[in-house]
């Protein structure tokens, strides 16, 4: 039992979540501009991890630097992780790997709560990692109150790189953005990702 074995559907009768679509998350994004040193590293290797099309080469050569970015623009605020093992409750299945955690937390050497944000990156059908994308969600708000750190939302996203489409679990519904932010305006995505942290300090 592991993250990638939820669906939308398993999601909603196993936790009682409600999934809404068709729902605006973010009204009024205020764009960041991406730093000299991202915009040139994904004029140069957005092209390779696009054509290579694994889940590995879009992680590293475009979601992974697009993260790190918003370390350097929260001035080291956040810890993000990459690839960690997320074991929260075995017996519900969830249990495993994140492909991108992010946490409120300047504690880079240990994953810290709270935890703000997951992405799950895919090489191409973004709907099919919405599920696990969801459960890994579920796992962070449990593991948040478990350590006393209980947060209004917890947010996800789940990319190929090139596309973004971003969820957020509040309550008992989870609503998954009607909008696609795509890497061709950098700053959309950043301006997400800069108002989801702003949002928890």
Not at 46 to 59: M, Q, V
Not at 76 to 96: A, M, P
């Amino acid at each position: 039992m592991a993250y990638n074995r939820f669906t939308i559907d398993s999601i909603r009768k196993e936790f009682g979540i409600e999934i809404v679509g068709n729902h605006l998350i973010f009204n009024d994004i205020h764009p960041i501009s991406p730093s000299d040193l991202l915009s040139k590293f994904l004029e140069r290797y957005l092209p390779l991890g696009s054509a290579i099309g694994t889940e590995k080469a879009r992680s590293e050569f475009i979601i992974a630097p697009m993260l790190a970015e918003i370390t350097e623009i929260t001035e080291h605020r956040i810890s993000l992780f990459s690839g960690t093992e997320f074991n929260v409750d075995e017996e519900k299945g969830l249990n495993g790997r994140c492909d991108f955690i992010i946490s409120a937390s300047g504690n880079q050497y240990a994953l810290t709560a709270p935890v703000l944000t997951v992405v799950e990156a895919k090489n191409d059908n973004i709907n099919a990692g919405f599920g696990q994308c969801m459960a890994e969600m579920i796992a962070a708000r449990i593991f948040n109150e478990a350590e006393g750190n209980k947060r209004k939302a917890v947010y996800g996203s789940v990319t190929t790189g090139s596309v973004w489409r971003f969820l957020k679990l509040e309550g008992d519904r989870i609503y998954i953005d009607k909008k696609e932010y795509f890497i061709d305006s950098p700053e959309q995505i950043l301006g997400i990702l800069s108002q989801i942290v702003s949002d928890n300090f």
